[in-house]
């Protein structure tokens, strides 16, 4: 069986041969862009040379890059839990040309690479285009997709943008089908939402470049970004659906299990499976020099930390776990990331303290959501004031309660939780001007009223982030 670590080094030996830098993974704090929060794409370290602001001495790369997705436009810390090909921490591997080989070159390579050397079944391969790509479409008959396996999309899916205005153009992607005994629909399709055909590659063409009033010109200089999801095709290739039930994760899962004294199949499976990939994305984010904070990338760790630690709580662990199973990931990941070996006593000790301060809280935290529960009875709204209690006096992030809440078929009243966010803001504010010090402060609550005082790089102030 190939193991994530083959896969990783099967691609970026693949691409090597085929003239490409093999370039590091670049950190989760993006350099150089303030507007986003956390790198979430294999191209976001190439931003300078795909816009021409920047050249090296390659003009072909390939990359295995960490990845962030919680927080900002691709967010999907809500997927964890819930379906077997999201994670909040993934690696991306990538190969990048710029403004050297393009779509008749990069469809051939992708092609080769997965059928040839990764070996996996054409017939279960798809691949879509954006509908009016009929260049792209053309060079995957000739590389011998039969038509039938070639869906045009129309949506903007498959046309990616750097921003309003920059490089564009259309994608395609490479989906795996799975079987009929998962749920889900081909892409295009109502179902499209299932674990059943998986985006395994998204290929970008950069063809255009986007002016101010909406126009388009083509490109001097094309250029290709690509982005696969390295457990994504780790779990197709040991013959699973499940990104989770791959070697890597699971030994994570197991770990989990052991410290817990629990079975990793058992009733607690999903806690396993959150405590896994939460482990992932908070150990390398501390990694990379992020800490837990109450305000932008510090508050995003926080949260899922605090999500972790909710999971080992329902597992029933009576002391810290997250630190313990630091261990096993160091094992896993150390070689190729050694950033992880070098944080790993900084990782356990924050970890452990930031466990062992929401304990004192959780509990009663927990205690009182299941009496507004009880009260409530299931499938009801919990009222926004309830959740404004647990953030403000227990530490429950929003989202914290609101992940509590759905695997029960409930959701939290969010504009009850503004309001009273707003008016307890709107009385520290009277406090405050009734102190004397009212000029400087109505300037600092003006300035938290616009961003938000805890989430100043907040959710949604990202632009110019790579979809790939
Ligand atoms: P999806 O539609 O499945 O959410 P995406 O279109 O958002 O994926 P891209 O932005 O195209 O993903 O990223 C490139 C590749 O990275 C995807 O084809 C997939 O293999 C992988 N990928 C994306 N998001 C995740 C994730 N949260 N966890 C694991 N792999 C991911
Ligand atoms: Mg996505
Ligand atoms: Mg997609
Ligand atoms: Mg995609």
Not at 385 to 400: H, N, R, V, W
Request: glycine content about 8%; proline content about 4%.
């Amino acid at each position: 069986m190939i193991s994530l670590n083959d896969i990783r080094s099967t691609f970026l030996g693949y691409f090597e041969r085929q003239g490409h830098r093999v370039v590091a993974s670049s950190p989760l704090v993006p350099r150089n862009d303030p507007t986003l929060m956390f790198t979430n794409s294999g191209m976001v370290q190439f931003k300078n040379l795909f816009t021409g602001v920047e050249t090296r001495d390659y003009k072909r790369a390939t990359t295995a890059q960490k990845c962030v997705r919680a927080g900002g436009k691709h967010n999907d810390l809500d997927n964890v839990g819930y379906t077997a090909r999201h994670h909040t921490f993934f690696e991306m591997l990538g190969n990048f040309s710029f403004g050297d080989y393009f779509k008749t070159d990069a469809i051939p390579f992708a092609w080769e690479l997965i059928t040839k050397d990764f070996g996996i079944d054409k017939n279960r391969l798809y691949v879509t285009v954006y509908h009016t790509d009929d260049e792209a479409a053309e060079i995957w008959k000739k590389v011998g997709v039969p038509e039938s396996r070639i869906i045009r999309i129309a949506t903007n899916d498959n046309f990616w943008m750097m921003g309003p205005t920059g490089p564009c153009g259309p994608c395609t992607e490479i989906f795996f089908d799975h079987g009929d005994k998962y749920w889900g629909g081909p892409p295009g399709s109502p179902e499209e939402d299932g674990d059943r055909f998986v985006e395994i590659w998204n290929l970008v063409f950069m063809q255009y470049e986007q002016f101010e009033d909406g126009s388009r010109r083509e490109l001097a200089a094309q250029s290709i970004d690509t982005g696969m999801g390295i457990e994504r095709v780790a779990a197709l290739l040991q013959g699973t659906n499940d990104n989770y039930s791959t070697d890597l994760i699971r030994s994570l899962i197991e770990a989990s299990a052991h410290a817990t004294s629990s079975d990793p199949d058992g009733p607690g499976k999903v806690h396993h499976r959150v405590i896994a990939d939460h482990l992932r994305s908070t150990s390398f984010l501390m990694a990379d020099g992020v800490m837990p904070s109450n305000d932008g990338r510090g508050y995003v760790l926080r949260r899922i930390m605090r999500r972790a630690m909710r999971h080992a709580h329902l597992l029933g662990a009576k002391d810290p776990l997250m630190h313990r199973l630091v261990p096993a990931l160091v094992r896993q990941m150390g070689t190729a990331y050694p950033e992880l070996v070098r944080a790993q006593a900084l990782i356990e000790e924050t970890l452990k303290l930031e466990e062992t301060r929401f304990k004192t809280t959780l509990d009663r935290g927990l205690k009182l959501l299941d009496d507004e529960i009880a009260l409530l009875g299931e499938g009801k709204e919990l009222p926004g004031e309830a959740a404004f209690k647990l953030y403000d006096t227990y530490g429950f992030p929003l989202d914290l309660t609101q992940d509590a809440l759905r695997e029960k078929g409930m959701t939290v009243a969010t504009e009850g939780f503004d309001e009273a966010m707003a008016a307890q803001k709107a009385q520290a504010r009277a406090a405050w001007a009734g102190s004397g010090e009212a000029a400087d402060a109505t300037v600092w609550f003006d300035v938290a009223d616009k961003h938000g005082a805890t989430d100043f790089l907040g959710y949604d102030t990202e632009s110019a982030e790579g979809q790939v």
